[in-house]
């Protein structure tokens, strides 16, 4: 492949500092525990960085394992409550939830967007998909299903209960800080258990912002959130005797933590990790479709996704075409921050360790002669803004195949038949994602099949639906967000029998 641009990227900037966001806009920088906000026991704080800017919008307390003992204790306590709440009482208090969040839409994108760097775009599509999770789980939690009552032993009748598991700890990643959110406390108040939430220590402000639009329709205790270091709160969470499980969205290392700390009290672990999407395209494929498809699966959230499409495997007869028609669409990536427009389409990375960490596998790809089609670069100016880059020419098995990048970057490698094809898309230590391109239906049918992923598109990436499950294979961790399977992660079932003989 050949095709190459030397079109430099640049930032589109806001006209005006400080447009999206006023003081009044931000949460009570605190705890919230047993239905009210409160200073941390630890008395340290950490800066909240807008990454568009790389100013401070506030501090927020870095919690201690005293401060989640606290909020656990008081979870414990409403949980009692809470579970004998029918569920359509449940339920109604959810379509409460969503109406408010409904309400409070425009400031929750504004203050998405300002903590994240995230195009406005994208953060509208976090808080619709935010509103939608509890309207969802709000009608579900009324329509669970188990096997009928019966006499599976002679005179006696079994009976199956769906049950809360007790109070459940989550921890959420800063690349969709609202949205994950929604994913876990939705199917955890749907189910009967109480949580305490302890989001990334980057971006916090629409989790507090959640519990205070919220306050006034959940009882004291039934959510609670600490902020603070995964080391610290986090690894207290993990530990707590008294949490029934705790659930992840985070790196693989992080779920590794995770799922230490949660062995020695035997506690259930829901992980959902990273991801390492092969976008296998054949040579009877729609090639300009897929690549309008990237466009927006590769470079969506500025490509940090978990789901992200971001290595590319299609065969070396279409190779050349593909990649010309890819190039086009990056070409046309509108970069800025989110107050300079309504059409930008990629940010800033979320902050200045993570901007190092993707510079340096562009770095690392340029020494060992990986060819740049378009990007590889930093932008300059302020803000962790990287060119959105595609390489091409990338040999099977060198670390940008094989890692999460998590950034703007799109690989692609080429193979010759669909055998080879399958075994290199499988040939990744994460299985969350991955989508085929083909127009034969057999093809597409059977490969699909063979793909050790736990969702699979077919002529399209990174589509996502309430009623149809999310979770990986392999290192990509285990457990199931959205649909009903969430709400069965979040409760255990309960064999009852009697004896009815006479």
Partial sequence: MTISTDRAATVRRAQQAGTLIESSDLPPTQHYIDGSFRISLAGETIAVVDPSTEEVIADTPDGSAEDVDQAVAAAVTAQVEWVRLVPK????????IADRLADNA???????????????AVSQEDVDGTIDTFRFMAGALRATTTMAAGDYAENHLSVILREPLGVIGVITPWNYPLLMAAW?????????????????????LTTLKFAELVADLLPPGVLN???????????????????AMIALTGSVRSGQAVARSAADTLKRVHLELGGKAPVVIFEDAD????????????YWNSGQECGAACRVLVHASVADEFVKNLVAEVEGLVVGEPAAGDDVEVGPLVSDAHFNRV?????????????????????????????????????????????EIFGPVVTVETFSDEDEAVRRANDVPLGLSASVWTENARRSHDVAARLD????????????????????FKGSGYGRDLSIYALDDFSRTKHVMHNHSR
Wanted: with cysteine; hydrophobic share 45%; proline share 6%.
């Fill in 225 to 243: 959130v600490v902020t603070g270091r995964g080391p610290v709160a986090g690894a207290r969470l993990a530990a707590h005797p008294d949490i």
């Fill in 359 to 403: 510079m340096g596998y562009l770095d690392r790809a340029a020494e060992r002669g990986i060819r740049v089609a378009i990007g590889g670069t930093a932008i300059d100016g302020s803000g962790y803004f990287v060119a959105p880059t595609v390489l091409v020419d990338v040999p099977e098995g060198d670390e940008c195949t094989r890692e």
């Fill in 106 to 120: 425009d400031l929750l994108v504004r203050l998405e967007s300002a903590n994240t760097g995230k195009p406005l």
């Fill in 453 to 472: 992923a736990g969702t699979v598109w077919v002529n399209s990436h990174l589509v996502l639906a309430n009623e149809v499950p999310w979770g990986g």
């Fill in 287 to 298: 090639l300009k479709a897929a690549a309008a498809s990237l466009r927006v699966a590769g």
């Fill in 89 to 96: 009482a449940r339920s109604e208090v959810l379509h409460r």
């Fill in 184 to 204: 876990k406390i939705a199917p955890i108040l749907a189910a009967g258990n109480t949580v305490v939430i302890k989001p990334s220590e980057q971006t916090p």
